[in-house]
């Protein structure tokens, strides 16, 4: 209240309106369902909505006083449900500062939920019940502004599609600060607000005082097209009428806070930009109330500093403060000074990131499914060239909207790519030159292959070749073989073969593979759907379906080695949809041991059970299996909580990150509940018990059809989400997702920049990048520190496809390095050698990577190739 009224009011203009994010601007806009005008779907651009100047003047002065001159609290509780108020959601916002707690600075960053889940309150009678339970466990100071409250209220405003909400802040004593007042001095309306707090002594009274100018002001807002209206160049906005919740929508996570100033959509045709917000401050910071006084820490840090402490620094002790928890028999380790950050790249990618790759170009692939129809990227043309009008037929028509992007990681935008036929659930691996070479798809998309060759200059798009795959390939697998440029392709729903890309002979067809009829689940969907695949060093290929896994010679079309079943009950591939990773190979055995890891999955019976509206926990368990040697036994471990539609990326420090997904269902629309926000850390060479690390977590659900991928500078971008056939936004549990993100790993913190090494230069052959296995090479960078008792090391990292929890072709290998030579002023010039067959690493880009005691510096791109 107080000085925030203004605020709220003018931000209500910008908020209260449609998060469907055009590219264009339509005057006719469709509703979610069958393209109609909605009841509040005005198309004016400005307040006036095409009325005429009598009319307009007519409304104008009709409000140019607000009434308020109720009586009772019943008259104002009628006038509210006469307006239609009934209808809408309730916004409840609480001042938990004590004014005269402490001298401390205001901390305006925070907003802190009533479930550690961040789950909704269902009806004012719950808010009430936990405001009993949390308040005697508080123990802030103040004062606060209510910057942070406004702006998350807008951003769930958005993030419902538009709907009107009712925002009530709930505060007493002090209401504004004399910062926000010219020399301490409040506004008139600021004075009128904190003299209706002071006289309203009673509840009724002060209810009656805050509640009587709502029924005029909505009623003005609908009448004025106050609710959508354009101004300048701001974007059209379609609003949407008061939703209906179900129960599932009031237990789904709340939606993280953004910059809700920011536009949502980007202009048609054009590149899109949206500058990452600054990073708080106090996001690095570790609080010591929280440290030595649990117990006042509400699902969240909001203590205030006080001011002796107000030097405190990140890099201080209690920054490397590390808690073991143990949860559920495993000990999950929470480190204050290793959780990481996330950051908010663009508000909207217009694509749902189904299918993401980073190219050697440092840009990013992202495409969904052309059979979504409207996605959130509208065209002003064809890729034919004919224009995409405003009429009926045009909105509707999936040609003028994109299905694939391309994502400049250095500019933060993205620009529009064709693509000709519909590559939903398909698979892609890079060639030696950088080539996204793409297969399979839906329909007439399904037996198709196409090409991505990243370039420099932003003209660049799909090339959909003449030749066509042997067998229809819809959740299938690829990966890159050691032969030049070859890649096969396994398995696909009701598909039990495999085929190599491209044929060696124009009669060459597909290969029966038993192991996929024997893995399948019929009742199940499949459960063996998107195999794991994992190139092992011998040149044999690791295949992961179901709970069962073999070794297969794809020369000799020969199942070499069948290994033992993972142990434990539930399916681990889709759509039960666990995750895989092969573990970092190693120069010190010569890259000869190959590890696997297969982490989640979902219970037996979860996609029946799903289909029924009961949604069963996933798995927690993580096998590692040694597949060359022997002795091949799985050795399992516990992950903190149950996981599924999860990624596994290795970061440069060959740690392992698990991250997106759900902790209930299984794949499939609509199959999946309970989004996994915590990030996990895995360290493969710690001991066991000790491995996992639960990271920061992030307020934006990323469930069925999310993707990541590891970036050359060392975060890990995040996109996509979408549990639904079309692109839809609100009066769902989980909203298409179209916001794009970064984690930003601990290693990254600025507290790390003197050990962090830097300005690398690869000088290979004759200057270039291109170097052949087993040659030696040499790398310049600049260090400053060096950790001490650890080795600097060196790592080159395939890039991988990423799609449906699977990373398909990454790797990792630890190079040797033959030597290490210091010079002046901290410059330091390392020979290295690089990996000594195509078996080990398939010709192609890699990021090569310094790693200082676990610090790693900026990626560079290198290609390792036939000499």
Same mark, same amino acid.
């Given at each position: ?26 005057h006719?806009?469709?509703s ?6 909605g ?19 007519s ?9 308020? /001159? ?41 907003v ?6 961040? *789950? ?18 508080l ?8 910057? %942070? ?60 005082? &805050?509640?009587?100018?709502i ?6 807002t ?8 354009r101004?300048?160049? /701001? ?6 009428? %008061?939703?209906?919740?179900? &129960? ?14 920011r ?7 054009h590149?899109?930009?949206?500058n ?14 929280c ?27 209690l ?30 990618? +217009?694509?749902v990131?189904?299918h ?25 043309r064809r890729?034919?060239?004919?224009r ?8 509707? /028509? ?11 990681i ?6 529009p ?32 292959? *196409?090409?991505?060759?990243p ?27 050691p ?8 398995? +696909?729903? *009701? ?9 060696t002979? %124009?009669?060459?067809?597909?290969? /029966? ?15 063996n759907?998107? %195999? @794991? ?5 011998? +040149? ?38 666990g995750s ?9 055995d010569? @890259? ?5 890891m ?14 029924k ?23 399992m ?5 149950? *996981? ?9 420090? +060959?740690?392992?990150?698990?991250i ?34 639960m ?13 990541a ?19 839809i ?12 993100q970064?984690?930003?790993?601990h290693y ?8 962090r ?23 310049e ?5 060096r ?22 072709n ?10 290490l ?8 010039v390392?020979?290295?050698e690089?990996?000594?067959s195509?078996n080990?690493?398939?010709s ?6 310094v ?17």
């Open positions: 209240m107080g000085g925030s009224i203004s605020k709220r009011r003018r931000s209500r203009q910008r908020s209260a309106s449609n998060f469907l994010p055009r590219y264009q601007q339509p006719f806009p469709q979610q369902d069958n393209g109609s005008v009841h509040y779907g005005y198309s004016s651009q400005s307040y006036s909505g095409g009325r005429a100047p009598e009319q307009v003047k409304l104008d002065r009709k409000y140019l006083r607000i009434g308020d /001159d109720y009586k009772s609290l019943k008259q104002v509780t009628d006038a509210l449900a006469k307006a239609g108020l009934e209808s809408s959601n309730l916004i409840v916002g609480f001042d938990f500062t004590k004014s005269n707690e402490w001298t401390a600075s205001t901390h305006d960053q925070e802190f939920c009533f479930y550690p889940d961040e *789950r909704f309150c269902h009806g004012f009678e719950e808010v009430l019940e936990r405001y009993r339970e949390l308040v005697p466990q123990k802030l100071a103040g004062p606060t502004s209510f910057a %942070p409250v406004i702006e998350m209220a807008i951003t769930i405003v958005e993030q419902s599609g538009g709907q009107y909400h009712v925002l009530v802040i709930i505060a007493d004593g002090q209401v504004t600060r004399s910062v926000d007042t010219e020399h301490g001095q409040l506004s008139a309306q600021e004075k009128k607000t904190v003299e209706a707090i002071v006289k309203a002594r009673k509840e009724t009274e002060f209810a009656l005082s &805050a509640l009587m100018e029924p005029s002001q909505y009623k003005a609908l009448e004025l097209n106050i609710l959508g209206a101004r300048g160049k /701001d974007i059209d906005r379609t609003p949407l009428p %008061p939703p209906l919740y179900g &129960a599932a929508s009031f237990n789904s996570p709340k939606t993280s806070r953004q910059n809700s100033f536009p949502s959509a980007p202009s048609s045709r590149d899109v930009s949206t990452p917000p600054a990073t708080s401050a106090s996001d690095n910071q570790v609080c010591p109330i440290l030595t006084d649990p117990k006042d820490m509400a699902f969240g840090c909001g203590h205030q500093a006080p001011s002796k402490m107000s030097c405190y620094k990140k890099d201080s002790p920054n490397q403060i590390t808690i073991t928890l143990n949860i559920n028999g495993v000990n999950v380790r929470s480190s204050e000074g290793r959780k990481g950050q996330w950051q908010l790249l663009l508000n909207n990618t +217009g694509v990131g189904m993401v790759a980073l190219t050697y170009k440092d840009t990013v692939i992202m495409f969904d499914q052309t059979g979504a129809g409207q996605s959130g990227y509208r065209l002003r890729f034919n060239g004919s995409c009008t405003i009429n009926h037929h045009d909105l509707l /028509d999936s040609t003028c909207y994109a299905h694939s992007v391309e994502y400049d250095s500019a933060n935008k993205v620009r790519l064709r693509l000709d036929t519909d590559p939903w659930c398909s698979s892609a691996s890079f060639l030696s030159n950088g080539t996204l070479l793409q297969t399979g798809g839906f329909e007439k998309g399904a037996k198709r292959v *196409r090409f991505y060759r370039c420099g200059n932003h003209q660049c798009d799909w090339i959909q070749s003449k030749k066509t795959l042997s067998d229809e390939r819809w959740y299938a697998s690829s990966q890159i073989l032969e030049h440029n070859r890649v096969v392709v396994v398995g +696909g729903r *009701r598909v039990f073969t495999y085929e190599f890309v491209p044929k002979s %124009p009669g060459e067809k597909s290969f /029966d593979l038993p192991f996929l009829h024997q893995t399948n689940d019929r009742d199940g969907g499949g459960n759907l998107y %195999p @794991f695949l994992h190139l092992s060093s011998d +040149g044999n290929l690791f295949v992961f379906a179901n709970r069962d896994s073999i070794l297969l010679n794809l020369r000799r079309n020969r199942v070499i080695k069948t290994f033992p079943r993972i142990p434990g009950e539930g399916s681990r591939n889709y759509p039960s949809s895989s990773v092969m573990l970092p190979l190693d120069h010190r010569n @890259f000869q041991k190959v590890e696997v297969v982490c989640g999955g979902s219970s037996i019976g979860a996609l029946e059970a799903a289909r509206g009961r949604f069963l926990e996933g798995l927690r368990s993580c096998g590692r299996m040694v597949i060359t040697g022997n002795n091949n036994k799985w050795e471990e516990y992950m903190p909580k149950p *996981r599924l539609l999860h990624d596994m990326l290795i970061l440069p420090t +060959g740690n392992i990150l698990i997106n997904g759900a902790k209930h269902g299984c794949a499939g629309y609509e199959n999946a509940r309970n989004a996994s926000l915590e990030p996990y850390l895995y360290s493969p060479n710690k001991k066991l018990g000790k491995r996992f690390t990271l920061k977590s992030t307020k934006i659900a990323r469930m069925y059809h999310s993707s991928t590891l970036l050359s500078d060392g975060r890990v971008l995040v996109a996509g989400g979408n549990p639904h056939g079309r692109y936004f609100h009066n769902v549990a989980y909203p298409t997702e179209l916001r794009l970064a984690f930003v790993p990254m913190e600025s507290r790390y920049h003197n050990w090494p830097s300005n690398m230069t690869i000088y290979g052959g004759g200057g270039s990048h291109a170097i052949g296995y087993g040659k030696e090479f040499r790398v960078f600049f260090l400053e520190k950790m001490q008792n650890n080795e600097v090391g060196f790592s080159a990292y395939a890039p991988p496809f990423t799609t449906h929890s699977f990373a398909m990454q790797r990792m290998l630890k190079l040797r390095c033959k030597s030579d210091r010079k002046g002023g901290g410059w330091v390392a020979v290295l690089a990996p000594p195509p080990v690493a398939p192609g880009y890699y990021l090569l990577t790693v200082n005691g676990g610090i790693p510096s900026m990626s560079q791109w290198v290609q390792f190739a036939h000499a």
